[in-house]
Structures are given as C-alpha cells and as structure tokens.
C-alpha cells in the first residue's frame, strides 16, 4: 500500500499546486487521487521493465539458437538469468498482467532503445558477470541480484529517468515512491509462495479519508496557520518564508490540529523527511524547530 507519508506528500503536492494555481476544491481533490493513481502506473511500468529485461534476454538465446554458424555458448546458453526466480515471480503476477492487459502503453517493445541498451549495460558489467558464473540456484541470491539490478539500473539511471518524465511529467516528481514501492515488492516475494498481490495505492477508506480531510482542513485553515507560524518566528518575516516551507508547516500544522490520534512526534518526523524532498537542504531544521515549539506550547503530546 502506500504508506501515509507518500499520502502526505501527494496532500503538500496539492496545496503548493492550489497555491500557485486556485481550483475549485473537487477538481483539486479529484487531480490528487488521480496523481496518486498514475503512481501505480509507474510502479507497473517499472515492473514491466524487469520482465522485459528477460523477455529479451530470451529473445537473443533463441537468436543464438538459429544461427547458421553456432558458437558452443550458442548451442548450450547460460540461462540463469532467464531461470532468475523473482523475474519469473513478476512476470507470472495475475495482476501485473491484468492491469497491463488493461493498459498497453505500460508494456515494453522489446526493440525499445532504452531498453536495449539497459540490458547491454548489465550484460557488460561485472556484477552480471558474476552471477551468471555461479553454480546453482538460490531463490536469496536471485533476489539480491534483481534488487542491485533495479537500484543500479532503473532507480539510478538517470537515462531511465529522462525518459519517464517524457513519458509522463507527474512521473517524475514521483519516482523515489514508485521505486520504494518497487524495492519493497522485490523484497516482499517468498520461495515457496505465489506472487499474486502487488502493493496497494490506497489501503482502505480510512486512508482515502485521511488523504481528503488532510487537504480540505489545510486549505481551510491556511490563513490561521500563517498566524501561528508568524507567531513563532524569532527574528524573520513571515514574507521571507519560502512557500514550499509554509506548505510543508501548514499541512503539519492542519494534522497536528485535526488528527489528534497521531503523535506529534510521528508528525513531526514525517514533514522533516516531507521537507528532504521537497525543500531546500536547511528547510528540515527549520520545520522541525517551529513544529517542535508548537508542539511545546500546546503540550501537544
């Protein structure tokens, strides 16, 4: 599922958006759940991505195969890649091959350049190498393998990067989501058990909820959080704070007041890593100093 704070994140998305660009409240509501939506599509594309990788790695043994001249490696190929154990996981999930039934341009074309390329890179590098000349087959190492692979191949590659973001521009800004999302699916696969589920948008209608009211009370209570950040600013004006700052700490703000239930430690925490993706490099010391004084001066606990 995806965890709160990518929800919080998409709801500080929203505000900045709001910001910059005043919409009807719905229409922003609705544009929120269906950025939320598209992470899931690039989540699926870049699970697509990994199958294709040994769709054609399969591609160019039975290449090998028909060729008039044949080396030994063309006649007995190493298909340990191909045999990997967590690519045959992906490429036989149900719902990964329903929702891409469901959308085709999240399939790869096998003679896609990038893709191509990718798979010569990690064909050339040492780490590929390596694995291919190992004896035997471990489902832990298999997973090892594939989980460097995306890191070094998709969640690094800046290449990937550009091309994604020409595929789809809110992809971008949601890439680092899509990738966790990517790395826990990896991570969450067992030997002996099928992969039938991948990971959830939305858990449920409390996160749906939660999303919702976060939003309505932020935008709502905007005027009234600008009073109490200028309240508790020593030395600064209001006006010199940047607004991804006041977005960040009005939504902080709004979930402090109307979520009573969280600890503030927990909100806190969750903005200062909210203020790592978004704002400036110094903006997290900043946010956690004047969340941490309202918390104080409410004994908010």
């Given at each position: 599922?995806?965890?709160?704070?990518?929800?919080?994140?998409?709801?500080?998305?929203?505000?900045?958006?709001?910001?910059?660009?005043?919409?009807?409240?719905?229409?922003?509501?609705?544009?929120?759940?269906?950025?939320?939506?598209?992470?899931?599509?690039?989540?699926?594309?870049?699970?697509?991505?990994?199958?294709?990788?040994?769709?054609?790695?399969?591609?160019?043994?039975?290449?090998?195969?028909?060729?008039?001249?044949?080396?030994?490696?063309?006649i007995n190929p190493n298909q340990k890649f191909i045999n990997n154990q967590i690519l045959k996981k992906l490429e036989e999930n149900p719902e990964r091959l329903f929702f891409s039934g469901q959308h085709k341009m999240l399939k790869w074309d096998l003679h896609d350049d990038l893709l191509v390329k990718t798979f010569q890179r990690i064909t050339a590098g040492k780490r590929y190498q390596d694995f291919m000349?190992?004896?035997?087959?471990?489902?832990?190492?298999?997973?090892?393998?594939?989980?460097?692979?995306?890191?070094?191949?998709?969640?690094?590659?800046?290449?990937?990067?550009?091309?994604?973001?020409?595929?789809?521009?809110?992809?971008?800004?949601?890439?680092?989501?899509?990738?966790?999302?990517?790395?826990?699916?990896?991570?969450?696969?067992?030997?002996?058990?099928?992969?039938?589920?991948?990971?959830?948008?939305?858990?449920?209608?409390?996160?749906?909820?939660?999303?919702?009211?976060?939003?309505?009370?932020?935008?709502?209570?905007?005027?009234?959080?600008?009073?109490?950040?200028?309240?508790?600013?020593?030395?600064?004006?209001?006006?010199?704070?940047?607004?991804?700052?006041?977005?960040?700490?009005?939504?902080?703000?709004?979930?402090?007041?109307?979520?009573?239930?969280?600890?503030?430690?927990?909100?806190?925490?969750?903005?200062?890593?909210?203020?790592?993706?978004?704002?400036?490099?110094?903006?997290?010391?900043?946010?956690?100093?004047?969340?941490?004084?309202?918390?104080?001066?409410?004994?908010?606990?």
């Amino acid at each position: 599922m995806l965890g709160r704070r990518q929800i919080r994140e998409k709801v500080v998305e929203s505000v900045y958006s709001y910001c910059q660009n005043p919409i009807k409240f719905d229409v922003l509501e609705k544009n929120m759940f269906s950025s939320i939506e598209k992470i899931y599509h690039l989540y699926i594309y870049e699970l697509n991505f990994l199958v294709a990788l040994k769709e054609v790695a399969e591609n160019q043994i039975e290449i090998g195969k028909n060729k008039y001249i044949k080396t030994d490696s063309d006649i007995n190929p190493n298909q340990k890649f191909i045999n990997n154990q967590i690519l045959k996981k992906l490429e036989e999930n149900p719902e990964r091959l329903f929702f891409s039934g469901q959308h085709k341009m999240l399939k790869w074309d096998l003679h896609d350049d990038l893709l191509v390329k990718t798979f010569q890179r990690i064909t050339a590098g040492k780490r590929y190498q390596d694995f291919m000349k190992e004896e035997g087959y471990s489902f832990e190492d298999d997973q090892k393998f594939i989980g460097k692979l995306f890191l070094r191949y998709l969640a690094e590659n800046d290449d990937f990067h550009n091309y994604i973001e020409d595929k789809e521009l809110t992809w971008s800004d949601d890439l680092h989501i899509a990738n966790s999302m990517v790395q826990k699916t990896i991570g969450f696969l067992k030997e002996n058990e099928d992969s039938k589920t991948l990971i959830k948008m939305i858990k449920d209608e409390d996160d749906k909820d939660f999303a919702a009211k976060l939003l309505r009370e932020t935008l709502n209570g905007w005027e009234n959080n600008e009073k109490k950040l200028a309240e508790r600013l020593d030395n600064w004006d209001l006006e010199r704070v940047s607004l991804m700052d006041k977005v960040i700490l009005s939504t902080a703000l709004s979930e402090l007041d109307k979520f009573p239930l969280t600890p503030s430690r927990v909100i806190i925490n969750e903005y200062i890593e909210i203020a790592k993706v978004f704002a400036t490099d110094r903006s997290n010391i900043f946010i956690n100093g004047i969340l941490d004084k309202y918390c104080k001066d409410l004994n908010r606990i």
